[in-house]
């Protein structure tokens, strides 16, 4: 079964604006992460918060983490027609190191010039 | 640099006929290494992992199959393919204990 769920399915936005994405996820994990897909490409990650992180920082990226919740946020600030693409989390699991990571359907964000 | 091939990058192969996806990665040694497939419009589903040559866990029961030959080596194959075999296959990396994972570009493969 699904463990992670992107919400919402697909964004469209202008660039120089934000783009947020939502991910929530049902068991206990070790990390979350963040992965992106250009059309027809492998994923590429973006960023990984571990579950005693709260809130994380990549360039124009931001990502948040509630345990509580059990869900995450992905914001791309000042977003650019070349952050067109799929946007995936993917949660490690307790106690599946290096094993097993449970990827999410994604968010397809389109921004437009 | 690590870095990691996949090929062929597209196949077309028709029902019945079999399947050798090939994997290999470069610069590093004992990486544990996936196969995902990716339906149209869908998420990952990891279909196998390796930790080590010659060994492999499968995650869903189906008509495919992984072999990792050699350490840096993973291969998934087919004896006889399935329309609903279609898909983008990917192959990925991780490196011992760590989560993050590197992927290939992928191989699309639609059976007629």
């Known amino acids: 079964s699904q463990q992670g769920e992107e919400d919402p399915q697909a964004l469209s936005i202008q660039e120089g604006e934000n783009a947020t994405m939502n991910c929530s996820y049902k068991?206990?994990?070790?990390?979350l992460q963040w992965y992106r897909q250009n059309s027809g490409r492998g994923l590429v990650h973006l960023i990984l918060?571990?579950?005693?992180?709260r809130e994380k920082h990549s360039g124009r990226l931001r990502v948040t983490l509630d345990t509580s919740k059990k869900s995450s946020s992905l914001l791309i600030t000042a977003s650019r027609a070349a952050d067109t693409a799929s946007y995936f989390c993917?949660?490690?699991?307790?106690?599946?190191?290096?094993?097993?990571?449970?990827f999410g359907k994604g968010t397809t964000l389109s921004v437009s010039s | 640099s690590q870095t990691i091939h996949q090929w062929p990058a597209t196949l077309v192969q028709p029902v019945g006929s079999p399947l050798s996806l090939e994997c290999t990665v470069e610069?590093?040694?004992?990486?544990?290494l996936y196969w995902y497939r990716q339906a149209a419009g869908r998420g990952l589903q990891l279909l196998f992992y390796?930790?080590?040559?010659?060994?492999i866990s499968s995650e869903v029961p189906q008509n495919l199959s992984a072999s990792r030959p050699q350490d840096r080596q993973f291969i998934l194959s087919s004896k006889k393919l399935l329309l609903s075999d279609s898909g983008f296959y990917l192959c990925?990396?991780?490196?011992?204990?760590?989560?993050?994972?590197?992927f290939g570009p992928g191989t699309r493969l639609t059976v007629l």
């Open positions: 918060i571990r579950s005693n992180e």
């Open positions: 610069g590093t040694s004992n990486p544990n």
């Open positions: 068991t206990s994990i070790n990390n």
């Open positions: 990925a990396w991780s490196s011992g204990n760590e989560d993050t994972q590197y």
């Open positions: 390796s930790v080590g040559i010659g060994q």
């Open positions: 993917a949660t490690g699991l307790v106690n599946q190191a290096g094993t097993a990571l449970i």
